[in-house]
């Protein structure tokens, strides 16, 4: 079964620390750009993060920059998002997604900043809350 799932997300006190994993299954994720992105109640989902499949070139919302890293290791066929220096305002459910290599693609920045419109496979999401 070709799927992504995440996994990682919990309840975290403001200024902790998560580290998000997303998790391929039926596919090997190193032809594939990976982006997580997030949906917090009431607002439209937003790119939070991308990765390209090769050069590794990757792209950060400005609300994040600085306190998230994303980072692949192919031989695990895992994408993890780690979470720094937490806020309450990145309460939301986190979603990863997976778009493979074509000569259309768009750049990362494009990815994200398209919340991820048109990607190929897109798990269930796993939610954060930062809450004192």
């Known amino acids: 079964q070709v799927q992504v799932v995440e996994s990682g997300g919990g309840l975290v006190q403001p200024g902790g620390s998560l580290r998000l994993s997303c998790a391929a299954s039926?596919?090997?994720?190193?032809?594939?750009?990976i982006g997580w992105f997030r949906q917090a109640p009431g607002k439209e989902r937003e790119g939070v993060s991308c990765?390209?499949?090769?050069?590794?070139?990757?792209y950060y919302a400005d609300s994040v920059k600085g306190r998230f890293t994303i980072s692949r290791d192919n031989a695990k066929n895992t994408v993890y998002l780690q979470m720094n220096s937490l806020k309450p305002e990145d309460t939301a459910v986190y979603y990863c997604?997976?778009?493979?290599?074509?000569?259309?693609?768009?750049?990362?920045?494009?990815?994200?900043?398209?919340?991820?419109?048109?990607?190929?496979?897109w798990g269930k999401g796993t939610l954060v809350t930062v809450s004192s």
């Open positions: 039926g596919f090997t994720l190193d032809y594939y750009a």
């Open positions: 997604a997976a778009d493979k290599n074509h000569p259309s693609q768009p750049p990362v920045q494009a990815m994200c900043v398209m919340a991820g419109y048109g990607m190929d496979y």
């Open positions: 990765i390209s499949s090769s050069d590794g070139n990757t």
